[in-house]
T-cell receptor
Framework: DAGITQSPRYKITETGRQVTLMCHQTWSHSYMFWYRQDLGHGLRLIYY???????DKGEVPDGYVVSRSKTENFPLTLESATRSQTSVYFCASRNEGDSNQPQHFGDGTRLSIL | GQNIDQPTEMTATEGAIVQINCTYQTSGFNGLFWYQQHAGEAPTFLSYNVLDGLEEKGRFSSFLSRSKGYSYLLLKELQMKDSASYLC??????????WGAGTKLIIKP
């Protein structure tokens, strides 16, 4: 039972570069989410997806792109990385159905942009 | 705007009881979640409340008052492994989770 996995766990890159963070889940959950977590802030939603080929913006989508061609994968791309995007990124998923379904999180990607 | 407030940090003694409060102002309410997050790790689900009252789950209990926009997480018989951040999140009218910044709980022997 692999659950939800993120890769890479750690990434250092330079401003202006493109970087893609991967997220894979084995539960066949309908919903998937990308958050960033910064000191002093709660988790902030970047993008989410309700199903394959359906994505929508969250609270802080600028500078990010997502796709969901398959139910199990939800990659997040920073098209031209900026220092303000240095953060810990978490992917999460949840089942469709009752609203009491919690989100389950991957282990996170720690991204540093120099 | 939407807002979730929690204390930034709390300290408690091993074996004692601690209550972590959460107040919220959101556009709509469709449930409140508590998560635990150890340093450097992912958040993990602890509890869910959608109706007023207390939900008990072992050493952890969570309370909700929708009229007051208030919840608390009660941890009993504290253990050193309970040292972590505790995150409060409210599901709003769009069924999105709005997160508090978290409460860092320090347990002292």
């Amino acid at each position: 039972d692999a659950g939800i996995t993120q890769s890479p766990r750690y990434k250092i890159t330079e401003t202006g570069r493109q970087v893609t963070l991967m997220c894979h889940q084995t539960w066949s959950h309908s919903y998937m989410f990308w958050y960033r977590q910064d000191l002093g802030h709660g988790l902030r939603l970047i993008y989410y997806s309700a199903a394959a080929d359906i994505t929508d913006k969250g609270e802080v989508p600028d500078g990010y792109v997502v796709s969901r061609s398959k139910t199990e994968n939800f990659p997040l791309t920073l098209e031209s990385a900026t220092r303000s995007q240095t953060s810990v990124y978490f992917c999460a998923s949840r089942n469709e159905g009752d609203s009491n379904q919690p989100q389950h999180f991957g282990d996170g990607t720690r991204l540093s942009i120099l | 705007g939407q807002n979730i407030d929690q204390p930034t940090e709390m300290t408690a003694t091993e074996g004692a009881i601690v209550q972590i409060n959460c107040t919220y102002q959101t556009s709509g309410f469709n449930g409140l979640f508590w998560y635990q997050q150890h340093a450097g790790e992912a958040p993990t689900f602890l509890s869910y409340n959608v109706l007023d009252g207390l939900e008990e789950k072992g050493r952890f209990s969570s309370f909700l008052s929708r009229s007051k926009g208030y919840s608390y997480l009660l941890l009993k018989e504290l253990q050193m492994k309970d040292s972590a951040s505790y995150l409060c999140a409210v599901r709003d009218s769009n069924y999105q989770l709005i997160w508090g910044a978290g409460t860092k709980l320090i347990i002292k022997p």
